[in-house]
């Protein structure tokens, strides 16, 4: 058996772990990064770029560029919020089935799809790092996925070609990754501030135990919510300096959007940063510049109302198991977002305790991952995961009101066996909807779909006794089996599966990705000079970076104009001698900003 792998499939960033016998490992990926951004793009020909490559081409071609894909996994169309719709450039459409997918050219893809083509880079670079094959993995959830929502990422995982053994909490991994360094009890909060949610688990953790207390969590809070602050701060600039309202330009926006993510960065170090912007906008009076500074305390002046959020969150997430700041012994920072100082000033002053910085807040999840594949493989000890569910788990019952059956924060796996019968004579079918959430009306809860109870024995209303079992296995996930017990004697009754993929549309899918090669057409020779190119730009990037301060505007603006013709190129162009032309063009770009900076500073390539 080849290696289990552990994925934390982000909603901006994934990264993927194994265990090297007792120690966890991060897997780099072909591009030589811990992380790969969870960002798709696809082109007109159907070829397909992810992670770093997908993601800067976001600005030259957003519409088929996909990133968050995870907001939408396992999500009616009708479900989604009109802001959730406004928040990406690409299209959303209604699937046939009525799930969220993703329309580019004539071709509509599932959201579960895209997150194969995330897994499947992923397992290519553990293939590559590990030297063997890879076909099973363990892949974390947030903590309040619904059941639609872990089934679309487990079969995410089989399009991959991954076999996925278990599907665990976020928060659960990051306390595996601390139960596996530390050997004393605790109670542990883990506070995950990510691209695009938020997330804070209390956890009582021994040497051999995990359990959650509570878990709670809000998928609309976010690193990108932060970002979208400082655009419209940069918008009101803007408007204040020409007089002009941009917030309608889609190029604008996005542009706008990969600076403010990129002051923000800096001003995770940094206490000011310039934010310039060449050529935003050319009307007939002339073309428009964004030039600014935003300072630390605007920046978080206009941010503290969403860290103020999540605080609230943590309160509440405490009042639920019934603990004060202080029971807490160890705060746990997972995310990007965990890295902002300011946030990390409030997490300490709430619990009153200085935080642990011993784990890397990007990896924290995915190694606990690993560390849960490595408990399936044998190979690290045991570690009981008392894990809970965060939805009450019901029924559809007269009057359109939901009954519960498996209240919130019971701990999983968890069953609850429900008695129904038939309502006309000889009827031979039951319907029974599932839901999950919280409202007693049904509607307002999270349909699990209707599952349809068949070949019940005849017999006069009200006779049949069929036993219905609701189970919420470890993976948090929903089963439901049914038995006719008329007469004493057991028949299973079948149950027609719910909305969501068929096995067989899972097969078809996985067959066709795994045909898939990232641009597997292309000749040996053909990839390496993009590999080289590639490299050259990322390393004008870096230039740019960490010269910015020193360069005049002109060359900024020529590096800026250089990554944007070489990026274009590297997308589009699939030209051998066009290729050839632009390496060598972007070689003498470099020799004279080497001349240029004295020589000693020039990027290599
Ligand atoms: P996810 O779990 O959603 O995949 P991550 O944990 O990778 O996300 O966090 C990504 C988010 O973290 C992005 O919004 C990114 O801008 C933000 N981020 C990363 N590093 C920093 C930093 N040093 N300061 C502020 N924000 C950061
Ligand atoms: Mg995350």
Request: net charge negative.
């Amino acid at each position: 058996m080849g290696k289990v792998i552990g994925i934390d499939l982000g909603t901006t960033n994934s990264v993927c772990a194994y265990m090297d016998r007792r120690d966890p490992v991060v897997i780099i990926n072909a591009e030589g990064g811990r992380v790969t951004p969870s960002v798709v793009g696809i082109s007109k020909n159907g070829e397909r770029f992810v992670g770093d490559i997908a993601k800067r081409q976001l600005l030259i071609n957003p519409e088929a560029t996909i990133h968050s894909i995870k907001r939408f996994m396992g999500r009616r169309y009708s479900e989604l919020k009109p802001h959730e719709l406004e928040m990406v450039q690409y299209n959303l459409v209604e699937t046939r089935n009525g799930d969220a997918g993703v329309e580019i050219g004539d071709r509509v893809y599932l959201p579960q799809e895209i997150s194969a083509m995330v897994l499947q880079k992923l397992r290519k670079s553990a293939e590559d790092f590990l030297g063997e094959p890879v076909t099973e993995a363990v892949i974390t959830v947030p903590a309040y996925f619904t059941d639609r929502q872990r089934q679309a990422t487990k079969d995410a995982g089989t399009i991959a070609g991954l076999d996925v053994l278990r599907i665990i909490n976020e928060p659960t991994a990051a306390a595996l990754s601390y139960v596996h360094n530390r050997k004393k009890s605790s109670t542990i909060a883990v506070y995950d501030f990510g691209g695009g949610t938020f997330d804070i688990s209390i956890l009582e953790v021994d040497r051999d135990l995990a359990e959650v207390r509570a878990t709670r969590g809000n998928n609309t809070l976010g690193g990108a919510d932060i970002d979208r602050r400082i655009v419209e701060w940069l918008l009101g600039q803007f408007q204040k300096e020409h007089g002009i309202d941009v917030s309608e330009d889609k190029l604008v926006l996005q542009r706008l959007r990969e600076a403010a993510e990129r002051a923000k960065l800096e001003l995770s170090s940094a206490h000011e940063t310039d934010i310039h912007l060449p050529f935003l906008l050319a009307d007939a009076t002339g073309p428009k510049h964004l030039q600014c500074s935003l300072s630390r305390y605007t920046f978080e002046s206009l941010a503290t109302p969403l860290f103020d959020q999540t605080l609230e969150e943590c309160r509440k997430a405490l009042e639920e198991c019934r603990l004060g700041p202080e029971d807490i012994d160890e705060v746990i920072l997972v995310g990007g977002s965990s890295r902002i100082p300011k946030v990390q000033e409030m997490v300490k002053n709430l619990f009153d305790r200085p935080l642990n910085k011993g784990f890397n807040p990007d990896e924290v999840v995915a190694i606990g991952a690993a560390i849960q594949a490595g408990i399936l493989e044998g190979d690290v000890k045991a570690v009981t995961l008392l894990d809970v569910t965060n939805f009450s788990l019901g029924i559809e019952v007269e009057g359109r009101r939901a009954a519960k059956l498996i209240p919130k924060n019971t701990t999983i796996p968890t069953q609850k066996t429900q008695l129904v019968s038939t309502v006309i004579d000889n009827q031979r079918t039951v319907k029974i909807h599932v839901l999950q959430g919280e409202s007693p009306n049904a509607r307002e809860n999270v349909s699990l779909g209707e599952f349809e109870l068949q070949g019940i024995e005849p017999a006069p209303r009200g006779v049949p006794r069929i036993q219905v079992k609701f189970a919420i296995d470890a993976n948090g996930m929903v089963q439901v089996s049914a038995k006719d017990t008329r007469s004493g004697v057991s028949n299973a009754v079948s149950i027609e599966a719910p909305t969501g993929l068929s096995q067989v549309e899972i097969d078809e899918l996985r067959q066709e990705h795994s045909n898939y090669d990232e641009r597997g057409d292309e000749s040996d020779d053909l990839k390496a000079l993009r590999h080289q190119i590639e490299k050259q730009l990322v390393s004008l990037e870096g230039f740019l970076r960490d010269n910015r301060g020193f360069l005049h505007k002109k060359d900024i603006f020529e590096i800026e104009q250089a990554l944007k013709r070489g990026r274009m190129a590297l997308l589009k162009s699939s030209d051998k001698g066009n290729l050839d032309d632009l390496s060598l063009y972007l070689a003498r770009f470099f020799a004279h900003l080497a001349d240029k900076t004295g020589g000693g500073d020039a990027p290599v390539h």
